[in-house]
């Protein structure tokens, strides 16, 4: 068995408070401006420590350093330097960070690390204050001695998933002996340091003359002169996970409801469209009476995620629901159910789970509200209504076509739209399926330019890593692109599709043995869903278990009732003999794509290798040949 690759090391976990506010009030300017202070002070620090950083959120960051003592001086240098930037900053705009520090052993997969350690020290983080650290016992011991702060002791923390009490610690940057820079003070409105507070001091005496002497006759305008500048609405995709309720209460559902609250939201903000209050602050409503419009407005999302999780018999029953938090209306719901001495690292993962069903939920109710609403010009609602358009079934071709206009009309007044890139370029995959004629050499250079595009303006965009795959496999790299998903996967492990992106790599470059573990799993992941049932039933075909794959075959058209499926049904049937059927589902296929032939079937994989059309020669062109499709 291999062993895990270890090693102990400092760990820092940042924060950015409040950041689900700043992006509602100010999405362009509060990007540009995190971007700027990790250009010119973070990405600076960070590299002269001798540090890396393993991720990087949006609105926080992991970084590993070889030292204790550089981690904390990089950290405190940092929040100095962010207390300076942000003297001339008005509060409510102002990004701070929370850092937490711990040292431990890690477990090292490539670029990325997880263990205990990493986990305490994102714990260490929420109990920070914004602008400060908080830190182990571990690394207090270690710099007590070799750098000049002072520490408050917070004492013995029970924090989240961590069966022992954390001994934390809250670096006070104050000299203890050497000499230590302090950090300007952060200046609010009304105050300025003391030598311009000296220097204005007759200017102040003359302005409070002056507006004594104005007060009456200004007394009676202010009311029609000063209103309050209405506040901008939150960001399209906000939402905020409430802490999940145990009905019966019992200490074991306690646990597990708080412990699947943490999970979901850690795992859909990794979902980059979505905005997602940070885990602290939606905890603060836990057992207080629920008021969707006040909590909306309060943490400035438009929707709030509620449930409840408890143990029944032998299962785990898990119901949330989603609220618009404008009107309290339900808007989505769903209701899961698990095994309660299910394997922990079997599927399906309660919280992975969830998150994904989440992520299609809020979509769902969010492409319905901007629909709803007259046309705007933001990025975000603009790609929005591109998904509604691309949804309509009327006529496939025609949809992804009027789709992809409006995603280039988003891309022409912001080319850096993650986003819209990436169906961009779902709309120039789904054309190479749906068109009877298409041009496939301009397909596939406009979908690896705007893929390796996306991935450059965002690496940590999952749906960004999504398209690249797509590009990579119509040209035949099948190593790449199975790389890649593997990527997206790490980005966002409750995405199905990079599961399923990677059995297909697997299946049409001639390897179906290795596909069908890849499919199961994904099936396992979302036994509801649709994707894994129209995999199996192909991998299966190509691999001749005829009977297995009808009986997937049949599963995904009654799933999802689209063509491909009807195609492989049809396939399905013939290879088990019943031609009644297998006619029946030709036909239906044919009535959404009319003149459908094996050389057009051909053409889609035309990048597959040898191995993959000696697979279906035997297996999926002479069934059609049976029912009478046509060759070419």
């Known amino acids: 068995m291999t062993r895990d690759q270890r090693r102990l090391t400092a760990i820092v976990s940042a924060d950015v408070v409040g950041y689900s506010r700043l992006m509602g009030r100010d999405e362009g300017g509060t990007l540009a401006a995190l971007k700027a202070h990790l250009r010119e002070l973070i990405d600076p620090k960070i590299a002269e420590h001798g540090g890396r950083t393993v991720k990087s959120m949006g609105d926080g960051l992991l970084l590993e350093f070889p030292s204790v003592v550089d981690a904390v001086r990089c950290a405190v240098e940092v929040q100095r330097g962010m207390a300076e930037r942000n003297v001339d900053v008005p509060d409510d705009r102002q990004i701070r960070f929370r850092v937490g520090i711990n040292v431990g052993d890690i477990i090292i997969d490539g670029d990325d690390i997880f263990g205990d350690g990493v986990n305490v020290a994102a714990r260490l983080q929420t109990l920070a204050e914004p602008g400060g650290i908080c830190v182990s016992r571990g690394v207090r011991d270690q710099v007590l001695d070799k750098l000049s702060f002072t520490f408050e002791d917070l004492g013995a923390q029970q924090v989240k998933n961590i069966a022992r009490p954390i001994e934390a610690y809250r670096i006070r940057d104050e000299p203890t002996g050497g000499a230590v820079i302090k950090p300007r003070p952060v200046l609010t409105v009304g105050t300025r340091p003391e030598g311009q507070r000296q220097a204005a001091g007759w200017r102040w005496w003359a302005g409070g003359a002056l507006a004594l002497g104005l007060a009456g006759l200004a007394a009676w305008s202010l009311p029609h002169l000063f209103r309050p500048a209405s506040a901008p609405g939150p960001p399209p995709l906000s939402l905020a996970i409430l802490p999940f309720a145990p009905p019966g209460g019992a200490p074991a559902d306690a646990l597990f409801a708080e412990s699947l609250t943490q999970d979901v939201t850690t795992s859909i903000t ?54 618009d938090a404008k009107t309290g ?55 929005l209504r591109g998904v509604a358009t691309e949804d309509d079934s009327g006529n496939a071709l025609k949809a992804i076509r009027a789709a992809r206009e409006i995603y280039g009309s988003v891309l022409q007044r912001d080319p850096n739209f993650v986003p819209a890139m990436w169906r961009f370029v779902e709309t120039l995959q789904r054309e190479w399926i749906e068109n009877p004629a298409p041009d496939r050499d301009q397909l596939a250079k406009e979908m690896d330019n705007w893929s390796s595009r996306a991935i450059r303006v965002d690496p940590l965009d999952f749906e960004a890593w ?99 499926n009807q ?66």
């Open 329 to 383: 209306t339900q808007v989505w719901t769903v209701r899961l159910e698990f095994a309660a001495q299910r394997p922990p690292e079997t599927p399906p993962v309660p919280h992975l789970l969830l998150a994904k069903r989440l992520r299609s939920g809020l979509l769902a109710a969010e492409t319905r509200r901007v629909m709803s609403q007259p046309v705007g010009d933001s990025p975000m609602e603009s790609t």
């Open 270 to 323: 990794g979902w980059r469209w979505a905005t997602v209050a940070a885990y602290g602050s939606a905890a603060g409503y836990k057992d207080k009476p629920f008021d969707a419009r006040s909590i909306g407005q309060e943490l400035n999302v438009r929707y709030l995620l509620t449930g409840e999780a408890r143990t029944v018999g032998e299962s785990t029953q898990v119901t949330a629901r989603l609220i």
């Open 466 to 564: 999504r398209a690249r795959v797509w590009a990579l496999q119509i040209q035949g790299r099948w190593d790449e692109a199975l790389a890649a998903s593997a990527r997206a996967q790490a980005l966002f492990p409750a995405s199905v599709g990079s599961v399923l992106d990677q059995a297909f790599a697997l299946n049409y470059s001639g390897r179906p043995g290795q596909a069908l573990p890849v499919a199961e799993q994904a099936r396992a992941m979302d036994p509801q869903d649709a994707g894994p049932y129209h995999f199996l039933c192909k991998i299966l075909l190509y691999l001749g278990r005829y009977s297995d794959a009808l009986a997937a075959c049949e599963r995904a058209a009654a799933l999802e009732n689209g063509w491909f």
């Open 567 to 632: 195609f492989y049904l049809a396939v399905a049937y013939a290879n088990t003999g019943d031609l009644a059927k297998a006619t029946i589902a030709k036909d239906a296929m044919l009535q959404q794509q009319p003149g459908f032939s094996i050389q057009r079937y051909r053409e889609m994989f035309r990048s597959s290798p040898p191995a993959f059309f000696e697979l279906v020669d035997r297996h999926i062109a002479p069934a059609l040949r049976k029912i009478g499709l046509a060759e070419y």
